[in-house]
């Protein structure tokens, strides 16, 4: 008997969770059909019945229902030796797939298949910086990191992990790339000779643009001779590496205090940011748009690229215009309620 139950045992085991699955809720029917047919005065009704064997596997046995005569009694036996065996072997494979799908997520081997998150692809600490900034402007955005490496590198439930190679069309489509709001490339700091790495940002950005063009695209540059190649392959943005520091120390020498200045509009976590802006419909021209939001404590600096647009007020504003203002996340709010509504 022992041996034929360690037999059993390891058949079972090798079952495939679905055939197991199927052969619990069998068991479940066949036994509380047979009880209820054994003993109908018993249990008074099916459900009952189930309600017996269920709470007998669970070896919790309340007492209000129990087996009276001597099949009832061989049945509760055999409910014994196989239904708490088999109710135990359905828990150990719940806690085993939770298991192995916590070690998959870590492990990066999960396909992602959420809508409008951003991909942040080669981890660096630039990269770590920046799902920081993130998540305190948008905490209930979804990251996904693509990236070579063997182990998850940020834990946090809106982050998601992608292990393998992003320039391979296979690894950006786990990584849900086709409906991806933003894709950020870092520059890849483990590579020694920086063409290298701009060569590898750039095979990673052709790929994305043929997969999924319609994907804002942001590249981290190394070399300023570079930029006319990934303007070839329509990246929508790039960022010179370094170049906003140097930028900054340069002001910060001629200019005492006003680092300061970009500090805060380079992080949404103090102070004053830039944001964009709809335009009103009463908003006829820059006129009237800057002095709407002056009185409502924003301050209209550009419309896109245009920074220019404080010494020409008096024209109308463009069909496609997209204003930027600068102020805080409350009269931001403020102001986006009042032009929806």
Same mark, same amino acid.
């Given at each position: 008997m022992p041996l034929f139950l360690h037999t059993l045992s390891l058949k079972l085991l090798r079952l495939k969770n679905s055939a197991i699955a199927i052969l619990f809720v069998a068991f479940l029917l066949i036994l509380s059909t047979l009880a209820y047919w054994l003993e109908p005065e018993t249990f008074e009704s099916w459900f009952n019945a189930l309600y017996w064997v269920m709470t007998t596997m669970a070896t919790v046995g309340y007492g209000d229902y129990f087996a009276h005569t001597f099949a009832g009694k061989v049945l509760t036996l055999f409910i014994y030796v196989f239904g708490i065996g088999l109710l135990s072997l359905i828990i150990g494979k719940i806690i085993d797939s939770v298991s192995q799908y916590h070690r998959q997520r870590r492990a990066g081997k999960l396909t992602y298949s959420g809508k409008q998150h951003v991909i942040f692809i080669n981890w660096s600490k630039k990269a770590r910086y920046a799902v920081d900034e993130l998540l305190t402007i948008s905490p209930a955005t979804h990251i996904v990191i693509i990236d070579a490496i063997d182990q998850h590198p940020y834990e946090h439930h809106n982050v998601h992990f992608v292990s393998g190679d992003p320039s391979s069309s296979d690894i950006l489509e786990r990584a849900?790339?086709?409906?991806?709001?933003?894709?950020?490339?870092? /520059? =890849?700091?483990?590579?020694? %000779?920086?063409?290298?790495?701009?060569?590898?940002?750039?095979?990673?950005?052709?790929?994305?643009? !043929?997969? @999924?063009?319609?994907?804002?695209?942001?590249?981290?540059?190394?070399? %300023?001779?570079?930029?006319?190649?990934?303007?070839? $392959?329509?990246?929508? %943005?790039?960022?010179?590496?370094?170049? /906003?520091? /140097?930028?900054? @120390?340069?002001?910060? @020498?001629?200019?005492?205090?006003?680092? %300061?200045?970009?500090?805060?509009?380079?992080?949404?976590?103090?102070?004053?940011?830039?944001?964009?802006?709809?335009?009103?419909?009463?908003?006829?021209?820059?006129?009237?748009?800057?002095? !709407?939001?002056?009185?409502?404590? /924003?301050?209209?600096?550009? =419309?896109?690229?245009?920074?220019?647009?404080?010494?020409?007020?008096?024209?109308?504003?463009?069909?496609? @215009?997209?204003?930027?203002? $600068?102020? =805080? $996340? =409350?009269?931001?709010?403020?102001?986006?309620?009042?032009?929806?509504?």
């Open positions: 849900g790339i086709a409906s991806a709001k933003a894709a950020i490339i870092f /520059a =890849d700091y483990r590579i020694d %000779e920086s063409s290298l790495v701009d060569g590898k940002s750039l095979l990673i950005a052709s790929s994305i643009e !043929s997969i @999924a063009p319609q994907v804002h695209t942001t590249v981290e540059i190394m070399l %300023e001779k570079h930029i006319h190649n990934f303007k070839h $392959v329509k990246v929508n %943005e790039f960022v010179l590496s370094h170049d /906003a520091v /140097a930028r900054l @120390a340069v002001r910060s @020498a001629l200019n005492d205090g006003s680092v %300061e200045i970009f500090t805060q509009l380079l992080s949404r976590q103090h102070g004053a940011d830039v944001f964009p802006i709809p335009v009103a419909p009463e908003w006829k021209t820059y006129e009237d748009a800057f002095l !709407s939001l002056l009185r409502q404590g /924003a301050t209209l600096i550009s =419309d896109r690229g245009d920074m220019s647009i404080n010494t020409k007020l008096n024209a109308p504003i463009p069909a496609n @215009a997209k204003l930027f203002v $600068v102020c =805080d $996340v =409350d009269v931001y709010q403020t102001i986006t309620k009042g032009v929806r509504a």
